[in-house]
């Protein structure tokens, strides 16, 4: 499956951006999808994941009650709402999948797309 990233840029601090996530490639709705975020200088780690179903969502304690991640298997896209911006969610945050059914919480994703840049000023 191949996997494009998009809308990331600058934001102000509070502020709120959308990411999208475009699946190509295979069948979409097989696939859990995760995003995941690296800062400079600091390993890759887990954000927030959806089940193929779209029935069960996850997130990392840093992101709870700000970010929303969500799935539109008419469009293959899913997406993540992020909402209440923080200077130290600056980093390159990846969409990835991966063939299991469950939400997966881990970095341990089997396609990665490329990566787009969220940069939040303070």
């Known amino acids: 499956v191949q996997l494009q990233a998009s809308g990331g840029g600058l934001v102000q601090a509070g502020g709120s951006l959308r990411l999208s996530c475009a699946a190509s490639g295979r069948t979409f709705s097989s696939y859990a999808m995760g995003w995941l975020r690296q800062a400079p200088g600091k390993e890759r780690e887990f954000v927030a994941g959806?089940?193929?179903?779209?029935?069960?969502?996850h997130y990392a304690d840093s992101v709870k009650g700000r970010f929303a991640t969500s799935r539109d298997s008419a469009k293959n896209t899913v997406y993540l709402q992020m909402n209440s911006l923080k200077p130290e969610d600056t980093a390159v945050y990846y969409c990835a999948a991966k063939n299991a059914p469950w939400v997966v919480i881990t970095t341990q994703y089997t396609y990665w797309g490329q990566g787009t840049l969220v940069t939040v000023s303070s």
């Open positions: 959806i089940s193929w179903s779209g029935g069960s969502t």
